[in-house]
């Protein structure tokens, strides 16, 4: 999909340098891939406390009474 973006041009060498990919292409494709990994490992933590632990729970046998 074609997007015509003003990207600031500082934070761009910047990445370049740092990630030393090919292209300004390649460098926000991964740029976004890494900014979406680290919401969803967000997301993970913040669910940690929430889910109920049952101790002695045998999945095993949850799966046969299926």
């Known amino acids: 999909m074609p997007t015509n973006l003003a990207i600031d041009d500082a934070l761009l060498e910047k990445a370049l340098r740092i990630g030393g990919l ?5 460098t926000v494709d991964e740029a976004l891939k890494e900014f979406i990994a680290r919401r969803k490992r967000l997301g ?6 929430t889910i109920e ?8 046998t949850d799966r046969k009474r299926r």
């Open 22 to 26: 090919p292209s300004k292409r390649a």
């Open 44 to 49: 993970a933590v913040k669910a940690v406390g």
């Open 53 to 60: 632990f049952v101790r002695g729970f045998d999945y095993k």
